[in-house]
């Protein structure tokens, strides 16, 4: 923690970065805060709880283009990271990024297999762990029994707009699920299907599979399972896997070889 | 509340054959907005169009939905009809019945239910659609023609005779094209040479034709009427001005190798012409042969030191030229299937085993041999001379299903040839079919076998092996039904059309579509046969599909028409319906510009924010870019959300209400 | 010869020749490759590319009676040398299994009993023997003594055993043996002409 709180007062020292996003604690409750000086670092801190702070700074950063930042990143906002890179909405040669490996019980809890980022300077590795349960189980269901169990979890939501809130892949300035002709307003819960596939399509080949949007949903809907399943999809039919490789982008943002040649 | 006519075609019997038009018309009365309905044998027909004029008018219609055939084939047409009865030509909606329905089912209840479904559906948009209005844009009066061959000549003098600017480009350092290797031409035996040089010498000569050869076009951008060109004209290494043409240089060049005009059979100098009345005259150095460039500066410079006008320039550099044009005519030809896929006829190792296009340039009197048909290995004169047809084409094995078309009357040709040069030889002609099509064809055919002997056999060869200064020739006559072996002492072979081997990387510059076998694809196979897909960019001669000479000329011809067209009018107009990209919604993610296949998208800054902006010049309105952005900022014109979801609830309505699934209000 | 279009469905020759080989021989468009490719063309009354044309216009009897499906060696010039790639040496096998079903008298005895000699031989020992079969063969067609002098140089240099040899696998022979029981039986049964 130390270690931390020197590295990042050192950057802010240097103006190496013009403020660092990191986790504040704050009446006994760590929550995100942009430290720009030196004090307050000592409330500076790493803890389990998970915020998503690389949408955060995408704000941050489409309204200050031309600062630098730095930013605390677990695996899984390293991974938002690098895809939010290949949509044009951070560069990652703008920002400072200062690793932190998830304790073992997070990791757990999360079910998740790459807990840590790439480089890290907190904590240490905890291994990885093979979630998904849950969708075995469901794609074990017959199809009947599935798209009763969908619809009946759908019927749930109260259309908080948690989920998007916390993804840290919504970076839309207005969004669709805001869309009076999709989704009227006023209407709970919202029209089945149609919310939840708005989501799912507007997240396959980029969802990183953080689960803060699960994590969020109050009445919960097990709407990681969505989108493991889609991630599942994209991984067979074109073999990405969204936020590992800094390099290519997600196979449905670009158009595949030879896009004039004679049709039918 | 809208007004919507809807107006049933029965296109004869292909609608009303298989769908119930009455049924269908009772169901369309009740569709809600729907205010007139009614049927007509052909909508498409004067009088059927002025039947949705006057009900128009009558029932003070603001929407029109025709259910006929395809938007392909009558969008247009109706679009004009409306517009004439004072209707925005983009408030028509078409249900296709006949390609969607009839044509493919064949229950008349299920049909009938079906062509129900599809007004529903078209109702339903055209409820939602909205007045567009044409872009108006200034059309560059000049047009650039690819290809020096004789569709490219054609093209360039028809447009420059009728008043319009041309660039005629040419990879080659000579205009002429293959029409230029050959000697004579089918049936009436043309010499090749006196029809073509003179209409060579008049591209040379006309004032509204600018002549680059040597050049190739390296990127197109922008789109019909103002299409932004780059040119690379390579380092000739003798200055165009100076160069009188009077060949010194060649004469004191000491190099000598293979002529690729002549195909091997002949030499040439390191500085050349690919043949005497070559087009422009100015010869050029071979860069990767000359010893200036191979061996060092001060090496050799024979043709620098015979030069009386100085036009030697070894330090000429390629010159980049950037041109605007209105219309673009491709007529780039073709290419010859290489022969030495055919292990089983020698694959290239026999000499006596000629290319067709081999023989033509030996019996040319301007060729290697000036005119002499000899068997290339000992320069003896042939008496047994066998021709092979269809070697590649018609051979799926080998990649070319297709008929190349103009071999059967070449190799007819040929044979008559033969004989006339050489009467005491005979020919014999493997051929599969003859396919003598075209204007006095057959009649060329019939007396090739019948005043010049030539043997026809009809079957494929299976084999041609050495047998000492012999070709054994082993085929089978079909017709007889036994095997047959011919002792012959020069075999040529009719190599299969083929396109160029570049043309899928000129389709992307040019971004036209080409076919699985690299021709380039027209519009319309019946209808629109020169032109490509993309407006402004048209097709004549061999890179379309094989073509003869009479061929080639007339695609030419009609390609410069429609080029003319163009030119006719000060301003086009250009399709309205295409992407708009709203800057509020846009995240910036670009995406978009990623996926246009015309690069019709750009980046741009609104308030330092990063976004889409599309050129509605460009925009062909294909609507991939819409398609791919997530944040749903980009409408499509004629085809917004709004009114495609309505579309698609429309047929659907009972089954999302008996699930208790809602689609979006509509 | 019988022609053409017989009162049955005209596809049903070329029909049962795809389903029993696999190859659709409406592709031929009779360039001829085949047969001027065959090495054994000159012995053949009908040629390769006729075959295929007789099957497609249903001349079932010409076909299955024809000595051209016995004489084909299957070296696979044909095949190779196709333009549509269609693989005679199977439809030639099925022809001759098809011939044999369906009883038609097979007009070159000498190569049908070499083939029943050969397989005879292969289901004793697992492999040919060659002595054996050369004698069998030629007792039956009554020329006893025609292979003798090379016969003779080949024993000499050890090339052919005396003596069959089994090989070890023989339980593996049986049960292919057994597999095509039925077949083999019904045209052992199946003689007689037609």
Redesign the interface.
């Known amino acids: 923690m130390e270690a931390l709180r020197a590295k990042v007062a050192q950057l802010l020292k240097e103006k190496a970065i013009s403020g660092f996003l990191g986790l504040k604690l704050e009446h006994g409750h760590p929550s995100p805060f942009l430290f720009t000086g030196e004090e307050g670092l000592d409330l500076l801190v790493v803890s389990d709880t998970r915020f998503p702070l690389t949408k955060l700074l995408q704000r941050l950063t ?1 309204k200050y ?1 031309e600062e630098k930042f730095g930013v605390m990143v677990r695996g899984c906002d390293e991974r938002s990271l690098i895809e939010l890179h290949k ?3 951070v560069n990652l040669e703008h920002l400072v990024t200062v690793g932190v490996a998830c304790s073992q019980e997070l990791a757990q809890r999360c079910g998740c297999k790459v807990p840590y980022p790439s480089q890290f300077e907190v904590g240490e590795p905890a291994t990885g762990v093979e979630g998904g349960g849950e969708l075995e189980s469901i794609e074990g269901m017959a199809e009947d029994e599935r798209f009763n169990f969908w ?1 009946e979890q759908f019927g749930k939501c109260i259309k908080c707009y948690g989920c998007r809130n916390s993804c840290p892949l919504c ?4 969004c ?1 699920l805001e ?1 009076s ?4 307003p006023g209407e709970t819960p919202p ?4 919310f939840h596939l708005i989501r799912a ?2 997240t396959v080949g980029r969802c990183i599979d953080c689960g803060l949007c699960e994590e969020a949903c109050p009445v919960g809907i097990p709407l990681r399972t969505i989108y493991k399943k889609l991630g599942q999809v994209v991984s067979e039919l074109f073999g990405y896997s969204p936020g590992k490789e800094v390099e290519g ?1 997600s196979p ?4 595949g070889e ?6 039918g | 509340m809208a007004r919507v006519g809807v107006f049933v075609c029965w296109c004869g019997s292909n609608i009303a054959g298989t769908v119930d038009i009455e049924t269908v018309l009772e169901a369309a009365r009740r569709i809600a907005e729907v205010v007139h309905v009614e049927d007509n044998k052909y909508t498409c027909s004067e009088s059927g169009q002025q039947s949705i004029k006057k009900a128009i008018k009558e029932h003070d219609l603001d929407r029109v939905v025709v259910a006929s055939c395809s938007p392909l084939m009558h969008e247009v047409t109706f679009r004009r009809c409306i517009e004439s009865a004072g209707l925005n030509p983009y408030l028509l909606e078409m249900a296709n019945l006949r390609e969607h329905c009839s044509w493919v089912h064949r229950n008349r209840g299920e049909a009938t239910d079906k062509a129900i479904k599809l007004i529903g559906m078209a109702v339903a948009k055209v409820r939602r659609l909205e007045p567009l209005i044409p872009i108006r844009m200034p059309v560059e009066k000049r047009a650039l023609v690819l290809g020096g061959g004789i569709a490219g000549i054609q093209a360039a003098l028809d447009i420059s005779k009728a008043g319009y600017l041309v660039t005629l480009v040419e990879r080659l350092p000579t205009i002429g094209g293959h029409m230029a290797q050959l000697d004579k031409t089918f049936p009436t035996l043309d010499c090749s040479a006196c029809i073509l040089t003179p209409k060579m010498g008049e591209v040379l000569h006309d004032e509204n034709i600018e002549l680059l050869t040597y050049s190739e076009v390296e990127e197109v951008r922008g789109w019909v009427g103002n299409f932004e060109v780059q040119i690379r004209k390579k380092a000739r290494s003798v200055d165009m001005v100076k160069c009188t043409g009077c060949g010194e240089c060649i004469e004191k060049c000491p190099l000598k190798l293979p002529s690729e005009w002549d195909l091997g059979l002949g030499l040439r100098k390191a500085i050349y012409r690919p043949f005497p009345q070559a087009v422009p005259g100015v010869p050029v150095i071979d860069r990767e042969q000359c010893f200036v460039f191979t061996k060092g500066k001060e090496k050799c410079r024979a043709c620098e030191r015979a030069c009386p006008a100085d036009a030697i320039d070894f330090e000429q550099e390629d010159e980049v030229i950037k041109r605007r044009f209105g219309a673009i005519v491709v007529a780039t030809g073709f290419s010859l299937f290489d022969e030495k896929a055919y292990g ?1 006829y020698g694959g290239g190792q026999y000499k006596d085993v000629i290319s067709a296009l081999q023989f033509e340039r030996m019996v040319n009197a301007a060729g290697p041999t000036g005119g002499h048909i000899i068997k290339p290995s000992n320069g003896r004169e042939p008496r047994n001379v066998v021709f092979v047809q ?1 070697v590649g084409s ?5 990649g070319i299903p297709y008929c190349s078309k103009i071999c059967c009357m070449y190799t007819a040709k040929q044979a008559l040839l033969l004989k006339e040069h050489l009467p005491e030889s005979q020919a014999y002609i493997f051929c ?1 079919d003859i396919r003598a099509g075209g204007k006095n064809y057959e009649e060329f055919v019939n007396r090739v076998q019948s005043e010049y002997g030539a043997i026809y056999i ?6 041609i092996y050495e047998r000492g200064d012999k070709l054994i020739v ?5 017709l007889a ?3 047959v072996e011919v002792e012959a002492d020069l075999v040529v072979l009719a190599t299969a059309i083929a396109s160029q081997s570049d043309s ?1 990387q000129l ?2 510059i040019l ?6 076998h690299g021709f380039f ?1 027209e519009a319309h196979p019946k209808l629109r046969p020169v032109e490509s897909v993309t407006r402004g960019i048209f097709l004549a001669g061999a890179c379309q599909s094989p073509k003869d000479i009479p061929d080639s000329v007339a695609t030419a011809g009609a390609a410069a028409v429609r080029v003319c067209e163009l030119f006719a009018s000060d301003e086009l107009a250009l399709e309205p319906a295409i992407a708009l990209v709203d800057a ?8 978009c510009l ?2 246009c ?1 015309f690069e019709a998208i750009r980046e741009e800054r609104v308030d ?3 976004v889409a902006s599309v050129s509605e010049s460009i925009c062909q309105g294909c609507g ?1 870019c819409a398609a ?1 952005c ?4 980009i409408t499509m014109k004629g085809f917004t ?2 009114q495609l ?1 309505s579309q698609i609830a429309a047929p659907f309505e009972e089954i999302l209400k008996e699930l208790e ?5 509509c | 010869m019988r022609c053409l279009l017989v009162e049955e469905e005209v596809h049903q020759f070329s029909n049962l020749v795809k389903a029993l080989s696999g190859e659709d021989v409406s592709k031929c ?10 090495p054994i ?2 012995e053949m009354e ?2 390769p ?2 075959i295929i044309r007789l099957i497609q216009i249903n001349s079932k009897d010409t076909v299955l009676s024809s000595s051209t499906i016995w004489l084909c060696a299957s070296c696979e ?1 044909c095949f190779t ?5 269609i693989d005679l040496v199977r439809v030639m096998d099925v022809l001759r299994r098809l011939s044999l079903e369906e009883g038609y008298r097979c007009p070159e005895e000498g190569i049908l009993r070499f083939n029943r000699f050969f397989l005879a031989s292969v289901k004793n020992y697992g492999r040919v023997h060659e002595l054996g079969l050369m004698m069998k063969y030629n007792l039956a067609s009554r020329q006893p003594f025609k292979d003798l002098g090379q016969g003779i140089a080949l024993f000499r240099r050890g090339k052919i055993p005396l003596r069959p040899q089994r090989i070890k696998g023989m339980d593996q022979i049986k049960g292919i043996f057994a597999k095509s029981k039925p077949f083999l039986e019904r045209e052992a049964s199946g003689g007689g002409g037609r």
């Open positions: 489409s283009p949509d044009n909405q619809m970076y839309c300035s207005e669709t869309d002709f999709l989704v009227p029209k089945a299907p149609i399509f507007h982008r449905l943002s670009f158009l030879k896009p004039f040649k004679e049709q | 089983e269809c018609r051979d799926r094995a080998k599969i009809r079957g494929r060869v299976s084999r082993k085929g089978t006559d079909t039904g036994i095997p899928p389709a992307r971004r036209i579509p080409y076919d699985e694809s509020e919604r846009c995240s910036g993610c670009l995406n990623e996926v296949p330092s924010r990063r991939t791919v997530r944040s749903e900022a959300s709004p979801y699934v809602e689609m979006p209000s | 468009y009779q360039c001829g490759k085949c047969s001027a490719g065959c063309a000159s009908i040629l590319n006729r010039t040398r196709c333009p549509e790639e």
